[in-house]
């Protein structure tokens, strides 16, 4: 079986899973932080639009849980618990955003949302801030 071939390397999914969430998070986060297009203001705009109450207060949260949290599991530090705030991020995405979308256009969000639950579920690995600090 595969298992038994890939089996030395089970340590090493953690960390293929915080970095490919990272990199997604910093690279959509960013633009919400930094703008220009669409900016904290454009961002919060939009969520204002959408119905959510305080959309600046909002806008800053996910940009931050996104260029903040993003740059954590990349590091391995707070892994679970930024992990777990992407889950609830994303589930609120899927239950309302995209709500009425079809499913081709849900598909990267539910891969997202999968990746963090599974970072909740695993942790950060053994090659991570975490396995040194705690």
């Known amino acids: 079986m595969l298992t038994a071939i890939f089996s030395p390397y089970v340590g090493f999914v953690p960390l293929v899973l915080r970095l490919a ?6 690279r959509h986060g960013w633009p919400k932080l930094f703008g220009p297009n669409p900016g904290l203001k454009g961002f919060a705009g939009w969520l204002g639009s ?10 800053l949260v996910v940009a931050l849980l996104e260029v903040v949290g993003g740059v954590a599991l990349a590091l ?14 994303f589930a609120v995405i899927m239950l309302t955003v995209k709500m009425k979308q079809k499913f081709s256009e849900k598909e990267f969000d539910l891969l997202i949302f999968a990746a963090a639950l599974a970072l909740v579920i ?13």
């Open 21 to 26: 969430l990272s990199i997604i998070l910093i």
């Open 50 to 59: 959408m119905g959510f109450p305080f959309p600046i207060f909002w806008a």
């Open 76 to 89: 391995g530090f707070l892994t679970q618990w930024v992990a777990l705030l992407v889950v609830i991020e």
């Open 122 to 134: 695993l942790g950060s690995g053994s090659i991570s801030l975490d396995s040194l600090l705690f």
